[in-house]
């Protein structure tokens, strides 16, 4: 099953990692870039190569569940950051990915979807053989459009875009962006309701207390799992459940709503 919650530690707060880790999101997104300031890279990458280093001595499972984010390609710490995740053999979060031949060079990789260009070339990013999943930095994207980060209206062209890249492409569906704001869990609530209707099955998160929501929000309702029994029950022939006609393309969304408990 594909994750649902990924959570951002910065890079340069090693105090943290193993908060994050305790926290239960499914990644922990050791990051690299936008939570840590210019100064203070190579420490953050001198203490995310440490902290990786000392669970593979200890045998732990904590590579497993780390990812890292790594700064963007042109900028003066791409190539330590891109040669950290290879020494250590964990996932990556690319920024502001653009560009299939810099996703290529990776084993595993998220590609942040976070620029029009990015938008524009979803499909081809999303084609690349190491990429495993879509995801979208609105934040990022609605500085360059000139609109509020907080309004999803400007977004559903480039959200679509990404449902139907990942779809294309056999991926998982993409990763929602973050909710800034750490006290309203209306506003949370809501971003992944938006999201789910989107077409997005996960969500970037930015404070552990955001964990239990974000993946309580991804998760069918009852009334969903119910429906989706009694269509699987009513069998693969054309069919009609609730008043409503049951045919393949009915019985698969059903079938993929009790996979995902």
């Known amino acids: 099953m594909a994750a649902t919650t990924y959570l951002f530690v910065p890079g340069d707060r090693p105090d943290r990692f193993g908060k994050a880790v305790a926290s239960g999101a499914d990644v922990v997104v050791l990051d690299l870039e936008d939570a840590v300031a210019p100064a203070d890279k190579d420490t953050a990458r001198a203490a ?33 950051d891109a040669a950290l995740v290879a020494a250590h053999g964990v996932p990556v979060l690319v ?64 959200r679509s875009r990404l449902v139907v890249a990942s779809a294309a492409a056999g991926l998982a569906p993409p990763v929602d962006g973050v909710t800034t704001d750490l006290h309203d869990e209306e506003r949370l609530a809501a971003d992944v309701h938006y999201a789910r209707r989107m077409g997005f099955a996960g969500k970037l998160c930015v404070h552990p207390k955001q964990i239990g929501p974000v993946r309580a929000g ?43 408990r």
């Not at 200890?58 to 791409?78: C, H, K, M, Y």
């Open 48 to 80: 995310v190569s440490a902290w990786l280093g000392d669970g593979r001595a200890r045998g732990t499972a904590v590579p497993a569940v780390s990812a890292v984010r790594i700064n963007a390609a042109g900028t003066p710490w791409f190539d330590a």
């Open 95 to 158: 920024p502001k990915a653009e560009t299939p031949g810099v996703l290529a060079g990776f084993g595993e990789v998220v590609a942040l979807v976070e620029t029009a260009l990015g938008v524009e070339r979803a499909g081809e990013l999303a084609a690349v053989g190491s990429v495993t999943r879509l995801a979208f930095g609105h934040v990022d994207l609605a500085a360059e459009l000139g609109v509020a980060p907080e309004d999803p209206e400007p977004f559903a062209y480039a």
């Open 218 to 260: 991804f998760a069918p309702t009852e009334a969903e799992l119910g429906w989706a029994r009694r269509v699987v029950t009513a069998g693969d022939s054309v069919s009609a459940v609730d008043g409503k006609m049951v045919d393949k393309p009915v019985l698969a969304r059903a079938r993929r709503i009790l996979g995902e």
